[in-house]
């Protein structure tokens, strides 16, 4: 194996070191005039380091196997140090090929990645200063089944260092406190379907987060996005696939200029054998966006089952943005909260929510914008709105004259709202001279119309009522007729 090649970077604090790690040294290079120096001579490495520069002093991992070719599942890791200048084994030491990282505060990360002498790996926090090495809080996550174990790929400290991330194969990205290591109250919502974490990174001024991930396809491979898991903004999604490209983010290849104003993020191929590097601008500025006005409803009285429109507007500051504008809208009524979809938001920022309530009694309409790339999200804006029973209505044509051969009646029924799950049938009352009795009912054709056939027993006036009772969605309603009989 050649003693020059280079498995480690690392600056110092000032950025104005680089240092390399070498096979069986380490090498500092002066950013500005290139010289190189070889700081301190080690162990053999064979199987490649990792570098951290925490505290004021180089930190190095030092892992050995007999063979190259069972690195990753049978090395044995020292972690070392120069410590003052000297070369130090630091005792700390375990399975795999350990993984470090400098952080804020004088702290460094240790990661544990899966292998076969490491089933449940870990995660650590060192504090590093005054060249001191004091492990904190360390966290394993396989439960008493061995289920949940972590499957680690990069880890990486907020810029405030109160929160670590980890890029974990098996889980997604997980948010822990720094200062125990438990979930954050708050986490990431899960990469995109079919994508697996494999590298992750925060900007130094604290506004973004990269999660990079393995996917195919069409998935994004790269997403962009606040550091605050609380803010829904859309993330900015990239999809590497071809030669071109590289198909995924290679674990541990990101990293953010010091200022937060580039993403360097290095993809490989499936075999892992071909790199790119990509440079990634984060998203633009945003800016605010608000609802103004209240919601609006018409028509003015909601019915169950027939259309109803809620309307309001949506005002953005800064530029358009480059895809539609739409919100998003939900119904919450007695049976739970119920999705509508997105509405299109015209260029003056009004739209409309399209719904036809199915229930009777108080429907809440949340309206919401969930931003872009360039806008915040607005806050909710909600509307409540009386649904009332739909009305009906009984049309009757009668004779004002019949004899006592018989009275001939039609109707129409007509029922607003949602379709009738039957055929209406309405009852028939007959009162005359001689008193009230209910007549055989009456069943309403699909067309709506009816016929009422009756031989009175008496003469002079006949008031025949028509009824139908309503439903649960349907308002009652009754129609009367009076017909004079003669002999």
């Known amino acids: 194996m050649d003693k020059y090649y280079v498995s480690g970077l690392a600056l110092n604090a000032d950025s104005t070191k680089l240092y390399a790690g070498l096979r069986e040294q380490i090498q500092t290079y002066d950013t500005t005039t290139f010289e190189a120096a070889i700081v301190a001579s080690t162990y053999a490495d064979t199987c490649g380091r990792e570098l951290a520069f925490s505290g004021g002093q180089l930190y190095i991992t030092t892992p050995y196997s007999q063979y190259p070719g069972a690195c990753s599942y049978a090395a044995q890791t020292n972690l070392d140090g120069i410590v003052n200048g000297v070369y130090t084994r630091t005792g700390w030491n375990d399975y795999g090929m350990l993984k470090i990282e400098a952080g804020p505060g004088d702290r460094m990360l240790m990661g544990q990645p899966r292998s076969d002498g490491a089933t449940n790996p870990f995660v650590a926090v060192y504090d590093t200063a005054n060249g001191s090495l004091v492990r904190n809080a360390a966290r394993r996550f396989a439960d008493s089944a061995g289920n949940g174990a972590l499957d680690l790929k990069d880890m990486a400290f907020s810029a405030d260092g109160s929160k670590v991330a980890v890029a974990d194969a098996a889980y997604g990205t997980r948010l822990l406190n720094t200062g125990d290591l438990s979930d954050a109250a708050n986490g990431y919502q899960p990469l995109p379907a079919g994508a697996s974490a494999s590298s992750v990174a925060f900007s130094g001024d604290g506004k973004y987060i990269a999660r990079g991930a393995s996917a195919m396809g069409a998935t994004p491979d790269l997403l962009v996005?606040?550091?605050?898991?609380?803010?829904?903004?859309?993330?900015?999604?990239?999809?590497?696939?071809?030669?071109?490209?590289?198909?995924?983010?290679?674990?541990?290849?990101?990293?953010?200029?010091?200022?937060?104003?580039?993403?360097?993020?290095?993809?490989?191929?499936?075999?892992?054998n071909q790199f790119w590097l990509h440079i990634v601008q984060p998203p633009a500025v945003q800016y605010d966006t608000r609802f103004t006005g209240d919601l609006t409803h018409s028509p003015a009285q909601a019915v169950a089952g027939e259309p109803l429109s809620v309307r309001g507007r949506l005002e953005l500051d800064g530029?358009?943005?480059?895809?539609?504008?739409?919100?998003?809208?939900?119904?919450?009524?007695?049976?739970?909260?119920?999705?509508?979809?997105?509405?299109?938001?015209?260029?003056?920022?009004t739209f409309a929510v399209l719904d036809e309530p199915d229930l009777v009694g108080d429907a809440t309409y949340?309206?919401?914008?969930?931003?872009?790339?360039?806008?915040?999200?607005?806050?909710?804006?909600?509307?409540t709105v009386t649904v009332a029973k739909a009305p009906t209505s009984i049309a009757l044509t009668a004779p004002?004259?019949?004899?006592?051969?018989?009275?001939?009646?039609?109707?129409?029924?007509?029922?607003?709202?949602k379709a009738l799950p039957d055929r209406a049938v309405l009852k028939v009352v007959r009162t005359d001279k001689l008193g009230t009795g209910t007549l055989s009912s009456v069943s309403v054709a699909a067309d709506g119309t009816f016929t009422i056939d009756h031989i009175p027993r008496a003469r002079r006036e006949v008031t025949y009522t028509v009824s139908w009772p309503g439903d649960d969605l349907h308002e009652a309603s009754e129609a009367e007729a009076t017909v004079y009989v003669t002999r």
Do not use: C
């Not at 004002?400 to 709202?417: E, K, N, P």
């Open 366 to 383: 949340t309206v919401s914008y969930l931003g872009d790339l360039t806008h915040r999200p607005a806050t909710d804006v909600t509307h």
């Open 225 to 272: 996005q606040p550091a605050d898991p609380t803010d829904s903004t859309a993330p900015l999604e990239f999809v590497f696939e071809g030669s071109l490209d590289g198909n995924r983010v290679a674990p541990r290849g990101m990293e953010w200029a010091a200022d937060g104003s580039r993403l360097f993020a290095v993809t490989t191929n499936a075999a892992g």
């Open 400 to 417: 004002a004259q019949a004899t006592l051969d018989g009275v001939h009646i039609t109707g129409t029924f007509t029922a607003q709202g």
């Open 319 to 349: 530029p358009a943005p480059g895809t539609p504008v739409k919100v998003t809208a939900t119904r919450t009524d007695a049976t739970g909260s119920h999705d509508l979809g997105t509405f299109p938001v015209k260029a003056d920022g």
